[in-house]
DNA sequence: GTGAAAATAGCACGATCGTTCGTGCATTTC
DNA sequence: GAAATGCACGAACGATCGTGCTATTTTCAC
């Protein structure tokens, strides 16, 4: 028994649609998936397809957060397993520079922000709310580094957290546009800098 | 005769068409830009406005170039009469700032980044093309700043490039979520130590 | 004013969009 | 075995997409 036919069935379709779904996105982002392009991706029919979702926007609500659970599995969570501080700091880098290699021919999460930062609506506020929770998380990894006398104590923990995603938003940018091994050099060398000018 | 209708109709009516296009790719993107849409906006045909570009790729092309234009005017050339270095550097930078706080709400440029990193044909050509020319104004003007003295002897032109550039990104990319005074607070703080780890 | 030329509108096309609805086939439950 | 449920398919919907082709209007030179 393989095949879960018995119960799952609907939760393992769903999940094999969005797995076809992300990679569409990545390419095409959230506005640019079809469930017609989509179906025939999955090969299923285009109603078939519909029905796990009842609407467009909620196919890329699920979409925008199928990207989230990838990031934080990939990114976060193992990092958590590095010692407080400057360590598990250094590991959320680390990570995010896999992420974005293995993203450099397109990132859902950061095309969504390209597309959605200017209007209103659910995909906004998904949008919205998932990066301020990322930032969070960096804040808060950041603010263990201070506490634990890794970086200095006058650091400014928001600050900090918006110059490291300022860095890995040009590592996307030039990786994108350039190749991903001179954009990475140069954000490694600048990333050498941060560290330098806040640490203890 | 403030209304060119000699033989420059053609040209003018292109730039208001260009005018609604532009206003309509900024919330939309290029990739969301439509001629039914445009021409709804215009107050004309679909196919009035189809005949003066031929092709929808043509059409976006034409706004890309647009947004070209528009940046260089309000950013670059400004600037190119500050003195050479770090003044001139500088006001581009500032410039830059207001540009961008004029576009917390959508970009044409930037979005056409995310829209076409990872596709090919004349519109991705055009994006690489226009962002490596910006890439190397940037890079002429610090060249300019280290040969003054106004800048470290071993400056990595380059690499602070790509710095002021991440900065600009962090900058937009928080502007349009979270607004755009934090985000500039912010990316002054950030720029302030940029300068300073840099300078002689 | 008149005629050539340029600019715009009108209309139609095939394709695709998101969505709805009825149906058939499995599988599960009685 | 009968009844009920879950899941996907196929057809069709009105709308919009980009793009041709043909009139009609507007503009400009004479």
Redesign the interface.
Known sequence: MTTATHPGKRASTRETILDHAYALA????L??LSIGNLAGDVGMSKSGVFAHFGSREDLQLAVLDTGRNRFVTQVLLPALQQPRGLPRLRAIVANWFEWSREHQ??CVL??A???Y???DGALHDG??RQ??GWRDELQKAIAQAVKLGHLRDDT?V??LA??I???M???H??A???GFDE?GQ??R??FE?LWR?WQT
Chains 1, 2 share one sequence.
């Open positions: 990545r390419r095409d982002g506005e640019g021919s397109g950061l095309s922000v390209s597309e930062d200017g209007r949008v919205v990066q301020a400014d928001a600050l918006f110059q995603y300022a860095l938003l040009g590592l940018h030039d994108g546009l350039f954009a140069r954000t060398a600048a800098r000018s």
